[in-house]
């Protein structure tokens, strides 16, 4: 059951630098590519008003800063996604944009929808300009999934490799292991599995792996997947379902076609290092990271700022609309082999005048506030900076222990062992601790962070982005914005404009 606060404020914690629908849900990105000169970003879409169902929201910008908002671009209308037009990709083929997604139809009758009674129809919708789609066509159905399947396959990821077609897609077996699917196709209608993948320990990493992606990076391939229902652990899995990439010893398409049983196979192919497995972020709202390649060359990623089921974990106290993704991030491999992201170049060109960091605009409370270890802290020796609500602060050159304070409502403190990103008040809607171990850094300590305040969105990069804390906040008053640290290092932070938004009421 939702958790509720009820505090009448004054304002709806829009966001100034983030995509957020004019009314309505937003979650999952799909569709990322740069095409006809323009980025396309779209998203699962669930507008309060015409109640058209569960789709596809489109977003278009030249330059990553000023977007316009075009709508609901995929919405159920047919009988292949009558149930919601799910997560999905985007490929640029024969100079168009070939959209596949997953067409959801509950049948009608007593099933637990599970393990019987969804359809999950991978559908091909084509764009020849980017803006208006055409017929929907289904090009994989259940019967195209081996039998060990259960309903849950999904979130179809469409790349071009060796002259070919290939759709990784997400499934949940009928025993409850978490696995991938690897079809192949010549023309992107006709499509045969190729191979499988699932973990090599016979053990399930999670029930199921949703919003699979495979991307090369620094001459080597790795795959993503968020694998849900993985047991929470003290430093590792702490959200209700997580998001992170398992290093591959090869080409994904490679490794998985050495699946040898495929449509006649009892279960996937355990190929997969369990133990290999690296989060990607360590905050409380962070999943169904997708990627895709521009023009340029970057890769690059951005996530639904949330988590499944999320009515479960706390209340989100926006009316009218609700959640949003990260900024668009690159994507790169450091020299440790760890993947980085960090925010997209163009985010630069929000900075205005460099606010300073000084003793007196430090937030000032020292002492004992309440009963827990959070609450019992020094700022002796603390810098800090003052800002309208919005911030974009840089500390390098970090060596040991500190804190970080947004206002009184959130903080990062950093020991010799952890990290962990703590809430002290209501901002939280209920939510206390997310704990990162220092091992989780190839440097096994702190060196870096860069932290992005917008309203409501809290985007923490550490060293150089190894690892992000990225989450949702809801201050009570956000006009003001105090940030202030104890920690020993080169303090900068800057005024940030707002991007430009077309199209939004």
Known sequence: MAMLINLFPKHNWRLRHHLQAPSGNITDPNGLCQFNGAYHVFHQYVPRWPKLGHGWGHWVSEDLLTWRWLGGAIMPSCEYDE??????????RDGALWCYYTGNVLEPGDYDYDYAGRQANETLTITREGLTFGEKVPVLRNPDYPAYCSNHVRD???????????MMLGARTRNDHGCVLLYRSDDGLSWQLEGTCTSASGKPFGYMWECPNVAELGGREYLFVCPQGVPKQEYAYQNIHISGYFPLPGRAIDLLSGDSGLMDAEAPYGCIDETTFVEL???????????????????????????PDIELQYEVPTEGWAHTIT??????VNAAGRVCQWPAAEMDGLRLAEVPFTAEAAHGASGLM???????????????????????????????????????????????????????GQAGRFRTLRRMPLTALSAGRIESLRVMVDTSVVEIFVNGGEVTM????????????????????????????????ENVG
Do not use: C
């Open 83 to 92: 149930g919601g037009s799910y997560s999905g990709s985007a490929v640029e």
């Open 156 to 166: 179809p990821k469409v790349w071009e490799q060796d002259g070919s077609l290939h």
């Open 281 to 307: 972020d360590y905050g409380f709202d962070f999943y169904a990271p997708q990627l895709f390649t521009d023009k340029s060359g970057r890769t690059m990623l951005t996530a639904w700022v949330g988590v």
């Open 327 to 332: 900024m668009l991030r690159e994507v790169t």
């Open 370 to 424: 309440g009963s827990s270890d959070y609450d019992l802290y020094t700022m002796e020796g603390a810098v800090g900076a003052r800002f309208d609500g919005v911030a974009d602060v840089t500390i390098e050159g970090i060596e040991g222990p500190g804190r970080l304070m947004l206002n009184g409502d959130l903080e990062l403190v950093v020991d010799d062992r952890e990290a962990d990103l703590v809430f002290l």
């Open 470 to 501: 990225t989450t949702r906040w809801f201050p009570l008053d956000i006009a003001h914005l105090s940030v202030t640290s104890t920690f020993a290092g080169e303090h900068h932070g800057w005024a940030l404009r707002d991007f430009t938004f």
